[in-house]
């Protein structure tokens, strides 16, 4: 059940959405972490404003709030307009709590799925992000953020330790606090027969305390994409590495649709590095029908004996793994419905269904 309004505040237009969803059919959803009898639990719900003109100087407001079964998020972003000195500047403020299962899941069924691990983190952040000018087909961004990390158990109270009494954060405490300056900058060129993406992602843990997180995180993402006759070969790689201070839940997580398909998420494995190799090749059946065969590969590189705990170690994951499927793709107004049919390399099967927006 959804709604949306418009309202007219002088000369801005306020756009205003919720959308209220009730869980209809839980055997068609997988279980969820936290139980209660509040009948609220079973609602998942989005809230959007968004206000092109707050203070009459072009000063953008969106506020977005969502809630899952097991997860929220709160995001406040506020937008200035670019000044003749400046590059344009976003404050943002965010607030989320979800399952943790990326690092401190528990893989099942052969690792296809991961479970609970008992660890959900909640998250705060506040900062401001700097865009500078493209040029040609760069572009960049800046940012610097406080983030504070709070361990939960699955009944909301703070914790320190996983199931195992392992420590859950860098401080050993039951918080993590750092500074994070960011830095990402982005390539992109396409044409009607290829493209080619690059996106470069560095962030540093500041010192500002002596507690504070202390570290270096790199990211980088290559894809690139051509035709060959009627069909579409689309191939990316994905590696980063992280030096320094550094929690459990920052390791790079391997495993899932977004990673490696056929494995739970994170049930590849997690390290202080991570290697990703994905291929996917589709064929036209309709004009909004396709078909698709992929092949994705993930490594840790023998890095997660160097994650605090050794958490993929301790569940058996198995640091490397291959994943091989087919899907279809169907194409409509409202975005690419996606099905997926993937088998990891302990032959076990995953479905996958997904849906990817309009201009995503």
């Known amino acids: 059940m959804g709604a949306q309004k418009s309202i007219q505040a002088g000369k801005a237009k306020i756009d205003f959405n919720v959308d209220l969803t009730q869980k209809l059919c839980g055997a068609i959803l997988l279980p969820h972490i936290r139980y209660s009898r509040?009948?609220?639990?079973?609602?998942?719900?989005?809230?959007?404003?968004?206000?092109?003109?707050?203070?009459?100087?072009?000063?953008?407001?969106?506020?977005?709030?969502d809630k899952g079964l097991d997860d929220s998020n709160i995001l406040i972003a506020f937008r200035r307009p670019k000044p003749d000195w400046f590059c344009?500047?976003?404050?943002?403020?965010?607030?989320?709590?979800?399952?943790?299962?990326?690092?401190?899941?528990?893989?099942v069924d052969l690792f296809?799925?991961?479970g609970s691990g008992g660890v959900n983190l909640c998250r705060f952040s506040a900062g401001v992000d700097f865009n500078e000018p493209s040029t040609s087909h760069w572009s960049s961004t800046t940012s610097i953020k406080f983030e504070h990390v709070r361990p939960l158990n699955n009944e909301g109270r703070s914790i320190n330790m996983d199931l195992d009494g392992f420590p859950i954060t860098s401080s050993g405490r039951s918080c993590d606090n750092m500074v994070v300056l960011k830095q990402e900058s982005q390539y992109a060129v396409a044409n009607d027969n290829n493209f080619t993406r690059l996106n470069f992602q560095m962030e540093q843990g500041l010192p500002l305390l002596s507690k504070w997180l202390i570290f270096n995180r790199f990211k980088f993402i290559a894809s690139k994409g051509f035709k060959l006759g009627?069909?579409?070969l689309v191939t990316s790689l994905t590696g980063g590495s992280i030096v320094?201070?550094?929690?459990p839940y920052q390791a790079f997580a391997i495993g899932g649709i977004d990673s490696v398909r056929g494995y739970g998420e994170g049930a590849v494995g997690s390290g202080r590095s991570c290697l990703v190799a994905n291929g996917e090749f589709t064929i036209p059946m309709t004009k909004e029908l396709e078909g698709a065969v992929f092949m994705d590969f993930g490594t840790d590189l023998g890095s997660a004996c160097h994650v605090p705990g050794n958490p993929s170690l301790r569940q058996g994951k198995p640091g490397s793994g291959l994943g091989l499927g087919y899907g279809i793709r169907f194409n409509?107004?409202?975005g690419q419905f996606r099905v997926d049919y993937a088998v990891n390399a302990f032959q076990q099967k995953t479905a996958y269904f997904g849906i990817n927006n309009v201009g995503s």
């Open 244 to 247: 320094g201070d550094m929690a």
């Open 230 to 232: 009627p069909t579409f």
């Open 112 to 114: 296809s799925r991961s």
């Open 332 to 334: 409509s107004h409202f």
């Open 88 to 107: 344009p500047q976003s404050f943002t403020f965010q607030h989320s709590v979800g399952p943790e299962i990326a690092v401190h899941g528990l893989p």
């Open 38 to 65: 509040n009948p609220l639990s079973q609602v998942v719900a989005r809230f959007s404003l968004k206000h092109p003109n707050l203070f009459g100087r072009n000063e953008k407001l969106d506020i977005l709030c």
